[in-house]
């Protein structure tokens, strides 16, 4: 009731009331642990990834630290650390074989996120289809191959005399094992990359070699082969197939399942007249 000032006195909130002054925390709270379940989805997925790809999660972890070390480097230093990792004739003469792994931790020719990008995706692909192993053997096999019969020709340039042959060249790079993947996935992927996919590789690697007439350009379809050489091989031949015939069964349950459920609805229907008198 209303006192001489004309003011009211406090009344007590109804339950209506109570529950709608409940309802925003409500609201709150659940919409708080929704996105936090999402977030922890999230993490233990990125989690599980990372642990399945591990081949993956380490080597461009490797590409990332060194291409940010790099960045913070001068002029001077940055072509230092790239001559002395470079794997020319001059190292291996010299018994640095060293270099033949080291250059393959050097993002060069395009920009580092782009490169650290191309490797996560294809290499990652590579172990997810073939495990660690069967990945790093097929990287491995195409870039320090690659580097080997490139350096080798060179080599062969010196020797003969040949203008234009150097033997302190910069080689340095991830393009060689990258290519060498790529085109293993390729072979051994399905009939239409195989048949238009790695043709497609091919003419675009062999007019770059074209137009630069650089070593490193016919070191990419040096390692385009080695690659699809890989995948000739019978124990990439195993898995790739065992691989094929899990996801053709996962393919054929997935069609099933809608099958299975129509009949099941259709089951009731067909049993309904039975139950009139």
């Known amino acids: 009731m209303r006192d001489r000032l ?9 339950a209506t009331e109570s529950a709608a ?17 999402g977030t922890a989805a999230l993490r233990a ?10 081949l993956t999660t380490v080597y461009v972890a490797l590409l990332t630290v060194t291409a940010s070390w790099l960045a913070t480097q001068g002029h001077g230093e940055r072509a230092r650390f790239v001559r002395h990792n470079s794997s020319n004739v001059h190292h291996v003469e010299v018994g640095k074989w060293w270099t033949l792994f080291t250059s393959g931790l050097v993002v060069d ?61 910069r080689d340095v790079g991830i393009s060689y ?14 009939p239409v990359l195989r048949r238009y996919g790695l043709p497609a590789l091919a003419v675009a690697l062999a007019v770059a070699w074209a137009t630069d007439q650089q070593l490193a350009d016919a070191g990419h379809l040096v390692a385009l082969a080695l690659g699809v050489l890989a995948s000739r091989t019978p124990w990439l031949l195993t898995r790739a197939g065992r691989q094929h015939r899990r996801e053709r069964h996962r393919r054929e349950r997935h069609r099933r399942k809608p099958q299975g ?4 609805d259709r089951e009731p229907q067909a049993r309904e007249p039975s139950r009139t008198p």
Not at 6 to 14: C, F, K, Y
Not at 45 to 54: E, I, K, M, S, Y
Not at 117 to 144: D, S
Request: aromatic share 6%; with cysteine; hydrophobic share 55%.
């Open 261 to 264: 459920r129509e009949h099941q």
């Open 45 to 54: 997925n990125a989690a599980a990834t990372a642990v399945r790809l591990r």
């Open 21 to 37: 002054a409940r309802r925003p925390a409500s609201e709150a709270a659940g919409s708080a642990t929704a996105a936090f379940s």
């Open 177 to 190: 094992g990258l290519v060498a993947t790529a085109g293993c996935l390729l072979a051994l992927g399905p």
């Open 109 to 169: 020719g395009v920009p580092a996120w782009a490169g650290i990008a191309a490797v996560a995706l294809a290499l990652g692909l590579a172990e997810w289809r073939w495990g660690p192993a069967r990945a790093g053997a097929v990287f491995a096999f195409g870039h320090v191959g690659a580097t080997l019969l490139t350096e080798g020709a060179m080599w062969v340039m010196l020797v003969a005399r040949i203008p234009g042959a150097l033997s302190r060249a």
């Open 6 to 14: 004309g003011s009211t006195e406090p009344t007590e909130p109804t």
